[in-house]
């Protein structure tokens, strides 16, 4: 199985500010068909499902704010949210689905400072 | 409006059975593989098993092999999860989630279920 590393743990940032998530896999989830990195960042609210964010690493969802962006390749990759909202308040999850069983990290929980 | 919604969960005692359901509506239900991902109370999430958009494969965590089944009912825009042989750490809320494609291969999730809670309990 892949396992899904991300850090840290638990984040405090400011309003407007930035805030980084990293996310490392134990191996590359790099799909050559495509040349794309099989990486998916979700944001999940307390009581609701996760939501997509980001994809292929790097691919914001329709609909997704652009202060979220997604990089990296291989085995190591960020999620930025340039200027911190109140909303933004989350556990955020990045997952690998290059190869089953699908695996998320253990989820980074982020406040306000 | 694209959405799913989960139902069939509720308490049962270990070794029971329970049969999870997840109604579509929004999209071509048959034109996209479907998964279930689980998330234990309090911790983070656990992909569960995949479905390809015409039934004909599917893909297990090792957690759930050989107690667990995912199905498909395309006439009613439908996907089950049957899960025997209930265990206590089987305790989580159940998400139906959308793959991008027909294939569970390479797909992300990209809508979810509200979520149906299943606690395993004497």
Redesign the interface.
């Given at each position: 199985d892949i396992a899904m590393t991300q850090s840290p743990d638990s984040l405090a940032v400011s309003l407007g500010e930035r805030a980084t998530i990293n996310c490392k896999s134990s191996q590359s989830v790099l799909?050559s068909s495509n040349n794309k990195n099989?990486l998916?960042w979700?944001q999940q609210k307390p009581g609701?499902?996760?939501?997509?964010l980001i994809?292929w690493a790097s691919t914001r969802?329709s609909g997704v704010p652009d202060r979220f962006s997604g990089s990296g390749s291989g085995t190591d990759f960020t999620l930025t949210i340039s200027s911190l909202q109140a909303e933004d308040v989350a556990l955020y999850?990045c997952?690998q689905?290059?190869n089953?069983?699908?695996?998320?990290?253990?989820?980074t929980k982020l406040e306000i400072k | 409006e694209v959405q799913l919604l989960d139902s069939g969960g509720g308490l049962v005692q270990p070794g029971g059975s329970l049969r999870l359901s997840c109604a579509a509506s929004g999209f071509t239900f048959n034109s996209y593989a479907m998964n279930w991902v689980r998330q234990a109370p309090g911790k983070g999430l656990e992909w569960v098993s995949g479905i390809t958009s015409s039934g004909g494969a599917t893909s297990y965590a090792d957690s759930v092999k050989g107690r667990f089944t995912i199905s498909r009912d395309n006439s009613k825009n439908t996907l089950y999860l049957q899960m025997n042989s209930l265990r206590a750490e089987d305790t989580a809320v159940y998400y139906c989630a959308k793959g991008d494609s027909e294939s569970y291969l390479y797909s992300l999730f990209d809508i979810w279920g509200q979520g149906t809670m299943v606690t395993v309990s004497s």
């Amino acid at each position: 199985d892949i396992a899904m590393t991300q850090s840290p743990d638990s984040l405090a940032v400011s309003l407007g500010e930035r805030a980084t998530i990293n996310c490392k896999s134990s191996q590359s989830v790099l799909y050559s068909s495509n040349n794309k990195n099989c990486l998916a960042w979700y944001q999940q609210k307390p009581g609701q499902p996760p939501k997509l964010l980001i994809f292929w690493a790097s691919t914001r969802e329709s609909g997704v704010p652009d202060r979220f962006s997604g990089s990296g390749s291989g085995t190591d990759f960020t999620l930025t949210i340039s200027s911190l909202q109140a909303e933004d308040v989350a556990l955020y999850y990045c997952q690998q689905y290059y190869n089953t069983p699908y695996t998320f990290g253990q989820g980074t929980k982020l406040e306000i400072k | 409006e694209v959405q799913l919604l989960d139902s069939g969960g509720g308490l049962v005692q270990p070794g029971g059975s329970l049969r999870l359901s997840c109604a579509a509506s929004g999209f071509t239900f048959n034109s996209y593989a479907m998964n279930w991902v689980r998330q234990a109370p309090g911790k983070g999430l656990e992909w569960v098993s995949g479905i390809t958009s015409s039934g004909g494969a599917t893909s297990y965590a090792d957690s759930v092999k050989g107690r667990f089944t995912i199905s498909r009912d395309n006439s009613k825009n439908t996907l089950y999860l049957q899960m025997n042989s209930l265990r206590a750490e089987d305790t989580a809320v159940y998400y139906c989630a959308k793959g991008d494609s027909e294939s569970y291969l390479y797909s992300l999730f990209d809508i979810w279920g509200q979520g149906t809670m299943v606690t395993v309990s004497s």
